[in-house]
C-alpha cells in the first residue's frame, strides 16, 4: 500500500513566515493529492486538490505544489488564523491521508 | 447552506454493531459521492468507506472489509455507515464527507459534518 509522510510533523512560525509543509508518497500518486486544514474541534477544511488546484473561497496565501511522489503546501505570509492541523491525502486508489502536521505559534 | 449532521454514535462493546446516519440538506444527495472519515481521539484522519450515487460502487479501506457496509437513501438524504464486529481500534470520531460529482472531478471531500463519537469498549 502506498505509504504518505509529512514532514515536519510539528512546525513553530510566526505571523508573517512563509511556510512550506512537505508531503511524500512512497510510490507515484501523479497528482492525486488534497489538502485539509484542521483546527480542534472542528471538522477538516479542504483547500487544495489536484495538487495545486486551489479550493473556492480559500485565500490565496495557500499553495500547492508537485507531483509524483513529493508534494508541498506553502502558506505564503502566515496570519492568526492559519496556526492549525493539515492533512494530505492522496485519492488514487485505497485513499489515504498523512500523519498530520501541526503549526503552531512560535 | 450545505450541511451534514452525523448520528447514532455511542458506546458499545466489542464485537457489538452500530449504525451510524448522515442526514444533509443544502443540496441534491443524489448527485454526489458520499464518504465516511473517521478520526481516532487525538490521532489523525482515517477515510473509511464511499459510495457512489446510486450506491452501485462501494469502496472500503483493508481494516473495515467485511465488517463495516456503507449505504444511502437518496429520497431520505441520508448515508449510513453499519458497523458489524467493532474492535476497540474502532473508537473514533466518525465524519460524514460530500464527495464528487464524477471522480477526480474537484476536491475528493468536500463538505464534512460534525461528527459522532463511536467508543468500543467493555
Known amino acids: 500500500d502506498i505509504q504518505m509522510t509529512q514532514s515536519p510533523s510539528t512546525l513553530s512560525a510566526s505571523v508573517g513566515d512563509r511556510v512550506t509543509i512537505t508531503c511524500r508518497a512512497s510510490q507515484s500518486i501523479n497528482s492525486w493529492l488534497a489538502w485539509y486544514q484542521q483546527k480542534p474541534g472542528k471538522a477538516p477544511k479542504v483547500l487544495i486538490y489536484k495538487a495545486s488546484s486551489l479550493e473556492s473561497g480559500v485565500p490565496s496565501r495557500f499553495s500547492g505544489g508537485g507531483s509524483g511522489t513529493e508534494f508541498t503546501l506553502t502558506i505564503s505570509s502566515l496570519q492568526p488564523d492559519d496556526f492549525a492541523t493539515y492533512y494530505c491525502?492522496?485519492?488514487?486508489?485505497?485513499?489515504?491521508f498523512g500523519q498530520g502536521t501541526k503549526v503552531e505559534i512560535k | 447552506e450545505v450541511q451534514l449532521v452525523e448520528s447514532g454514535g455511542g458506546l458499545v462493546q466489542p464485537g457489538g454493531s452500530l449504525r451510524l446516519s448522515c442526514k444533509v440538506s443544502g443540496f441534491s444527495l443524489s448527485t454526489y459521492w458520499m464518504n465516511w472519515v473517521r478520526q481516532a481521539p487525538g490521532k489523525g484522519l482515517e477515510w473509511v468507506a464511499n459510495?457512489?450515487?446510486?450506491?452501485?460502487?462501494?469502496y472500503y479501506v483493508d481494516s473495515v472489509k467485511g465488517r463495516f457496509t456503507i449505504s444511502r437513501d437518496n429520497a431520505k438524504k441520508s448515508l449510513y455507515l453499519q458497523m458489524n464486529g467493532l474492535r476497540a481500534d474502532d473508537t473514533a470520531l466518525y465524519y460524514c464527507a460530500r464527495g464528487w460529482i464524477a471522480p477526480a472531478t474537484g476536491p475528493p471531500l468536500h463538505s464534512w459534518g460534525q461528527g459522532t463519537l463511536v467508543t468500543v469498549s467493555s
Open positions: 491525502q492522496r485519492y488514487n486508489n485505497n485513499w489515504s
Open positions: 459510495i457512489n450515487q446510486d450506491g452501485s460502487q462501494k
